[in-house]
């Protein structure tokens, strides 16, 4: 049972923070923009999030990788949004990344540790 919940539950978790972060890129449509402007300007803001979900295909299939490519994502985008010194709000954005990458290493040390 714990292992399903660990197999489960960072895949969601990943996959919700994806969509909590494209939620933000929204506000590029609207204005008297162009519309190729607007797309342009969608498709910019998603760069972490396409960077996010090519990770979670990766830790999808190799757990201890992606978790590790999710750890260090989670370090890359803090130093990014300045989390760690003077915006400590984006931390409730860029956590989630932490958690999923360390439940899919401690999925595969698990799951390896059962199986013999």
């Given amino acids: 049972m714990l292992l399903k919940i660990l197999y489960w539950f960072p895949r969601i978790l990943a996959i919700l923070a ?3 972060m494209m939620m933000f890129s929204i506000d590029s449509f609207g204005g008297e923009s162009p519309l ?3 797309v342009l300007g969608f498709l910019i803001h998603n760069i972490p999030a396409f960077i996010l979900i090519i990770t979670l295909v990766i830790a999808w299939k190799y757990e201890v990788i992606g978790g590790a490519i999710f750890i260090l994502m989670f ?3 803090g130093i990014f ?7 400590s709000g984006s931390l409730m954005i860029i956590t989630p990344l932490l958690l999923a990458g360390a439940m899919f290493i401690l999925h595969q040390v698990l799951s ?3 199986k013999q």
């Fill in 18 to 20: 994806i969509l909590f």
């Fill in 36 to 38: 190729g402007k607007q």
């Fill in 75 to 77: 370090f890359a985008l």
């Fill in 81 to 87: 949004f300045k989390s760690f010194s003077d915006n």
């Fill in 112 to 114: 390896a540790r059962r």
